[in-house]
């Protein structure tokens, strides 16, 4: 009796049997890339090209969208507008989420679930709802036109969201450490600074890419609250126009550099987001 080697095909296809799983994740990635792909092409065509020709490699490369992007002070001012306030807003809506988060995670006090859930609520509501409150409010206190009003306007649907990831993850860590703390002598600041913020790190990392995303792509709030000194990247692409209409490469080039902050910052915290969705509060 003799026996017949099947070969194992490697791959897409294994053994004898269709992976549908593998082809039909590359075929989203395929489709998702589309977009994205189109961006960059444009970004490095001739605007008479993209008006002309339908083309996703380029025929005739152009960096001008580029160079005309960091040679005008109006688009690098608007760039670093975004990160700032995106950045402030970050670092404040996570300073203020640590404490409220571990207040919701150790104690029951009376009404602390009514709380929590009016945190929520307030990330639910549109922004809209906020726009014109803060316009008046800012401009009353003088902070129109600044990126402080942008950074401090999206800590109110920063904050709540900041909590409830937090409260997630130190919910995980066992109290009975804070007592062992307490016991051997630790002061609260220094237990909460040394010992209890490095064993959230991942938290606070999962917290800082989603405060960091939601005030970068937010347009509404960071238009409404902004002038011609403070603008942010997003609003000086939406009012963009030339007596030639739209310059496509220019805006194109904007898109793509608006995306790589993004990219940057998933970079650096995507193990601590997969550790996110592993315990269930992503």
Known sequence: MTTTNIPVIQGPLRGSYFDWRSWLF????????????????????????????????????????????????????????????????????VA??????????RYTFSGDKHLFFWLLTNRMAPAAVFALPFFQMYQAV????????????????????AVWILEGFMSG???????????????????????????????????????????????LIAKTLTGPRAMPLAVQMSTTSTAAGLDWALLSAAGVIAIVPGVIVIWFVRNYIAKGFALGRV
């Open 96 to 105: 203020v989420a640590l404490p409220a988060a571990y207040a919701f995670s």
């Open 142 to 161: 003088g902070l129109f036109d600044t990126t402080y009003a942008v950074a401090l306007a999206h800590m109110l649907f920063n904050v709540p969201l």
């Open 173 to 219: 860590v066992p109290k009975q450490l804070d007592e062992i703390a307490e016991i051997d002598g630790y002061k609260f600041g220094r237990f909460f600074l040394t010992i209890f913020i490095p064993m959230i790190r991942a938290g606070i990392g999962v917290t800082m890419f989603f405060t960091f995303m939601f005030s970068w792509v937010e347009l």
């Open 26 to 93: 590359w075929f989203i990635m395929a489709i998702w890339s589309i977009p994205l792909l189109w961006l960059v092409s444009m970004s490095l065509r001739f605007n008479e090209d993209i008006l002309t020709k339908f083309e996703i490699i380029p025929s005739r490369i152009s960096f001008r969208g580029y160079t005309d992007f960091f040679s005008d002070p109006l688009w690098v001012g608007s760039f670093i507008n975004s990160i700032s306030y995106t950045t402030i807003n970050m670092v404040l809506s």
